[in-house]
């Protein structure tokens, strides 16, 4: 796989695309292709199988998951592609309710759906490809966090294990609803906020987990992280669930593949860690701010009730993780 592409990103070197201001070798959230002075396309793509029971919220989910990385590189949503893939059984109504909450999902962002493809597989999966705008100079990457730079996050974690919880049957009503709440919430207003503030980086939290995702900005950044862990936030329900590990597949490769470049010296139990490398579903943004417009960026979150919890700071390193 990685020779592969090494050979991609040999076909297609960054330095003879003159407009290319965000591509491949990069590993960021989306590409992002700079088309004149003023404007730029952001372009990311993205599809799951289902997360939740609901059909409709499905989609929702799913949809709000594939516009995340426009956000995460502070751009807004303009179009978007369906990327369906269905069981020829499934009834109708079940696959509109999904295809329903996608597009209602992209009308709420402000953007177009304008088409899509759809194929027959017995496991259905649904997401998107989208195309996003953002000024060519104000493109947050996870390139950009600086010692001394604040860390904060704008949704809580643990839909990974919760997730899990409802499929074995064993998840509360309240703790799926809340799940879902924060899944479903687009990370829009959190991207508006960065730009009117100015910040140094930012991501999503998704597949990876948070730790698994904060560890692209150390290394692209070339600094390490601190995080706190009694200021890290918990969906309600998550270290219940944690305990009785039922923790995905996804957050157990998660801690074999990052666990090198995470060092843990508070006393953390073994699920209370493995919860930081959980795998997320259309999680919050992770944000590197200069400490001076810290305090201003929480302000617009709580101005537009989106989530703040000031999670760390950035510290001089070479992309390692420190939870203290
Ligand atoms: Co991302
Ligand atoms: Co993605
Ligand atoms: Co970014």
Redesign the pocket.
């Known amino acids: 796989m990685a020779q592969v592409l090494r050979h991609i990103i040999n076909l297609f070197p960054k330095e003879a695309y003159a407009n290319l201001l965000v591509g491949l070798g990069e590993g960021d ?1 989306a590409a992002v292709y700079k088309l004149n002075d003023e404007l730029a396309l952001i372009f ?1 793509a ?1 599809f799951f199988a289902p997360v939740v029971d609901d059909p409709y919220l499905y989609g929702a989910i799913a949809a709000a998951n594939s516009m995340s ?1 426009v956000y995460a590189m502070g751009g807004e949503v303009l179009m978007a592609l369906n990327i369906t893939c269905l069981p020829p059984d499934m009834p109708p109504d079940i696959a509109g309710a999904i295809l329903r909450g996608g597009a209602d999902k992209i009308a709420e962002a402000g953007g177009i759906l304008v088409g899509g493809h759809t194929m027959d597989d017995k496991e259905p999966k649904y997401g998107l490809a989208v195309i996003g705008t953002v000024h060519p100079q104000k493109v947050i990457t996870k390139a950009g966090a600086k010692p001394g730079d604040v860390l904060i996050l704008t949704k809580p974690l643990g839909t990974g294990v919760i997730t899990t919880a409802l499929k074995a049957g064993l998840a509360k009503e309240e703790h799926i609803q809340a799940a879902v709440e924060v899944m479903l919430r687009l990370n829009r207003k959190a991207a508006r906020a960065m730009q009117e503030v100015g910040v140094s980086a930012a991501t999503d939290i ?1 597949g990876f987990g948070f730790l698994g995702h904060a560890r692209d900005i150390a290394i692209m950044s070339g600094v390490n992280l601190r995080f706190y862990s009694e200021r890290i936030p918990f969906i309600p329900g998550a270290k219940e669930y944690a305990e009785q590990w039922l923790f995905p597949g996804g957050t157990h490769s998660n801690e074999r593949f990052f666990h090198p470049w995470v060092r843990f010296s508070s006393n953390l139990t073994e699920e209370e860690q493995l919860l930081l490398f959980d795998a997320q579903t259309s999680g919050g943004l992770l944000i590197a701010v200069p400490p001076e417009r810290a305090s201003l960026l929480v302000e617009k979150l709580k101005e537009e009730g989106d989530g703040h919890w000031v999670v760390g700071e950035v510290v001089e390193g070479g992309g390692f993780i420190e939870v203290v």
Do not use: C, S
Request: aromatic share 0%; proline share 0%.
């Open positions: 959230d990311t993205d990385d998704t």
